[in-house]
């Protein structure tokens, strides 16, 4: 019962200071950043459960830590539990991420969460110049709440960056993915049995 209670902690996201799995694709992000050629529409595409949610909050952090007094740790791949991104991204009030997450009680991602979205989209930034909108679930963005995103994707503000995460066992609407650079991720059965242990322990 303890392990199952930590593996629901762990579970979120947020809370992973560690990244343990995809530390070369994490090096090709950040120098993609150093070298100013990180897509601003970025589709990140695998099996639930995975990680992707996970290594996307740990890029999130780098962009947005790297001006604070506990930047982001990339030769250990580590978040800071004591920089201030971290603080705000756990506690849902950064000022400059909007997160989107399927709502439980929900069959989708309504137009209402859309509308929300393209509010923050046309706020000013205040951190680090960046804006991020993160997307879960994207799959579960039905037809009206997609095409009404299609303006800020097509043309985004700039600084601005949107990124999906994609359950790959389920399709995402072609209007989206087309106009987006995928990064495909995955693991195999050893990596996923050595990355719950390693995360466990």
């Known amino acids: 019962f303890k392990n199952y209670k930590k593996i629901m902690f762990i579970n979120n996201s947020k809370n992973q200071t560690k990244l343990?799995?995809?530390k070369n694709q994490f090096t090709s992000f950040v120098n993609m950043i150093s070298n100013n050629t990180l897509p601003s529409k970025i589709l990140i595409k695998g099996k639930k459960g995975i990680g992707k949610c996970t290594f996307a909050y740990h890029l999130i952090n780098y962009?947005?830590?790297?001006?604070?007094?506990?930047?982001?740790?990339?030769?250990?791949?580590?978040?800071?539990?004591k920089n201030k991104s971290y603080i705000l991204i756990n506690e849902s009030i950064h000022p400059s991420i909007f997160n989107v997450d399927l709502d439980?009680?929900?069959k989708s991602i309504?137009?209402?969460?859309?509308?929300?979205?393209?509010?923050?989209?046309?706020?000013?930034?205040l951190i680090n110049n960046y804006k991020i909108i993160l997307i879960n679930d994207s799959e579960y963005l039905?037809?009206?709440?997609?095409?009404?995103?299609?303006?800020?994707?097509?043309?985004?503000?700039?600084?601005?960056?949107?990124?999906?995460?994609q359950?790959?066992?389920k399709n995402?609407?072609?209007?989206l993915s087309s106009r987006f650079v995928t990064f495909n991720?995955?693991?195999?059965?050893?990596?996923?049995?050595?990355?719950?242990?390693?995360?466990?322990?």
């Open 20 to 22: 343990y799995s995809y």
């Open 63 to 81: 962009i947005f830590s790297k001006n604070e007094n506990h930047p982001y740790d990339k030769n250990k791949f580590k978040i800071n539990d």
């Open 104 to 106: 439980q009680k929900k």
């Open 110 to 125: 309504d137009i209402d969460t859309s509308r929300e979205i393209i509010k923050f989209n046309n706020k000013s930034s």
């Open 142 to 165: 039905n037809l009206n709440s997609a095409n009404s995103l299609l303006k800020i994707i097509e043309e985004p503000n700039e600084n601005t960056i949107i990124i999906l995460i």
């Open 167 to 169: 359950d790959s066992s």
């Open 172 to 175: 995402i609407l072609k209007t």
């Open 185 to 201: 991720f995955k693991l195999n059965f050893e990596q996923v049995v050595d990355t719950t242990n390693k995360i466990l322990k």
